[in-house]
């Protein structure tokens, strides 16, 4: 019965795995988000999400490693990252469709890889869930929020750091300049190469973190298109956020507290068609994209790029 | 640094020569992707000689290998055809495969609301529904853009999900196929009337959707290039401020570009079903029924330069390409995937490459204003 949801238990249940859920978002997005604030849409998210998936699966799957496998899913994401930030800060390639072919590599590179050295899924026991002191002996609160693993505290934590590297320091500033006007900022000496280098690569590095996220600390286990499209939504939801990291924050929460009602919908067996109950978050991102556009102006010089004297 | 040549006559000649490798860029882009392919091959232990014979073998190596190369290239060719329409109309249409899937659910209702009709009339209706509902399934995310200033890459990105959805919710509902007994009912309609299969060309599985597709993609050019709208459509593409001044509604004919573009996608959903698998069914995912040509149309039409008749050949290629994968797989034991990973690198490299086209570009206009200004004797401006 749909009352059935307004339960204390359930509705407990739905903010638990909400919270866990809005994680991979949270590292991929924040990732974009220093990306296309310096003037570079990386539509290769996905992709690069899918290899450090496979990468963290693979490694702690042959060493038993957790903090290794982690180790080399950033650093495969920020590879990643570093070959996205050179086909579209050097070679000047367009983003968008560049984007979507990073994204096919790496959709069609992690399955032959897995095919190739693995074969059949095999579970894992991932980064065990982590009860901060104190803290998770709050009644319904601690349950919710401090009875997680570590990489969802870290997922949290990365919020308020991109807001104040974005925001306070002399590198943010850096960032907002080229991102808005890069032939001012480059006439004030910043490198904006340099600068878009920088946050490209810490995107992808992010998004590998945040496939790792998946594969080794929230479902344990790999196979063909893990993500499912997960590093797409991540991209909405940089501008469903209005490139704020706070923003972003409020829409991955909500988006994944909509994805965790979804599961309890079809866990309780209310008459809802499993198949429309998935579609909501999705349906809901196209709202919120339409009712964000037009308040919120994305960086000037989002998708151009920059070449000294035009 | 801008070249300056002394000798008039030499611009001419080189430029014939820039043009030929402007043109064969994509090549060189696919053929760098296939080294690196190789040496993906030697790093899993195959021979990559013996992997590639085995993929043109599996592509070309018969009759009927040859017609599964066209089968697989019709749906890349219809999409593409799209794609050149809604880039050149500069707008960025990512949804081909939930444009496909709209298309082929929408004709597949046809041909089971009307099992009894004769195949003449079910056939063009069908193909018509299509083209409606892929045309909508577009036009969705170009109206939001036009209207409400949403960005089309993710808007069709959602529309992908919602329609992987709907198919599967469409499956196991409202269109299954209810004959099915036992406790597990495989998501699936009906097969569609035998009188409604498209026919085929010669004994083997091709079919009259690739024909179709080859027709259509000398209509995408035809009106792309030699009426008013394509006229404008393409204006739009290339300066929305310029055609805004000209009096061209830059906003109609964006969401139109997008419309048509998804009207190709969704006429390559039906040609699939009428053509190929003559009943829907859903393993669940997109690719399970697209086999993502949505996004292969993609490569291919980028690899055509966004020219429908070059997307002809391209797609070729690709269907060659895909399934020339599954003869390497069963050759080397190297998976199928390695083709996905490769078309992957062609677009990144197609789409880097532009920068040398750019460069040369940039360089041929500096010398020639160089050379303006060496041979006309310097007036004084005032």
Known sequence: MITDLFTAQVLIGVLTSGIRLATPYLYAAIGETFGQRSGVLNLGVDGMMLMGAFSAYYVVLRSGNLALGLLIACLVGALM?????????????????SGIGVYLFGLGMSDLLFQAFIGTPIPISGFPIFPIPLLSQIPIIGGIFFQQNILVYGAYLLVPIAWFVLNKTTFGLQIRAVGENPESADSLGVNVARVRYITVTVGGLLAGLAGASLSIAMVNIFQQNLTNGLGFIAVALVYFGGWRPTYVLAGSLIFSLVSALQLWVQVLRIP??????????????????????????????????YSRGG | MPVVRPNPEMPVKRLKFEQLFDALLPLFATLAALAIGAVMLVMMGANPLEGYAALLDGAFGSTNALADTLVKATPLLLVGLG????????????????????????????????????????????????????GVWGGIPG????????????????????????????LRETLIDTAQTGAARIPQTVRLAAAFDLPRLVPTRLHLGTLIAVLLAFVVYFLLWRTTLGYRIRAVGLNQHASRYAGIQVDRYMVLALLLSGGMAGLAGVIQVYGVSHRMVTDGTAAGFTGSAGFNGIVAALFGQLHP???????????????????????????????????????VFVVSSEFWRRRRAHNRALAEVAAAQKTEPATPVS
Not at chain 1, 284 to 302: E, N
């Open chain 1, 81 to 97: 990252g570093l070959a996205m930030a050179f086909i579209s800060v050097t070679l000047h390639a367009q983003q968008g469709i």
């Open chain 1, 272 to 305: 809802i068609p499993s198949d429309i109950a998935v579609m909501m978050p999705y349906i809901l991102t196209i709202v919120v994209l339409v009712l964000t556009a037009q308040r919120v102006r994305p960086p000037a010089a989002l998708t151009k790029p």
């Open chain 2, 83 to 134: 794609i050149c329409i809604a880039f050149r109309g500069g707008v960025i249409n990512i949804g081909g495969e939930g444009q496909m899937i709209l298309g082929a659910l929408a004709g597949t209702v046809v041909g089971l609301t009307l099992p009894n009709a004769p195949g003449l009339l079910v056939v063009p209706l069908a193909l018509l529904a299509g083209l409606a509902a892929g």
């Open chain 2, 143 to 170: 109206y939001l853009k036009a209207r409400f200033n949403v960005n089309e890459i993710l808007s069709t990105i959602m529309m992908n999900v919602i329609a992987v959805q709907l198919m599967n919710f469409l």
């Open chain 2, 309 to 347: 008749i070059g997307t002809i050949p391209a797609s070729f290629l690709f269907g060659a390409l895909l399934v020339g994968a599954n003869k390497l797989q069963r050759v080397t034991q190297v998976p199928a995937a390695l083709i996905t990973a490769l078309n992957g690198l062609v677009v």
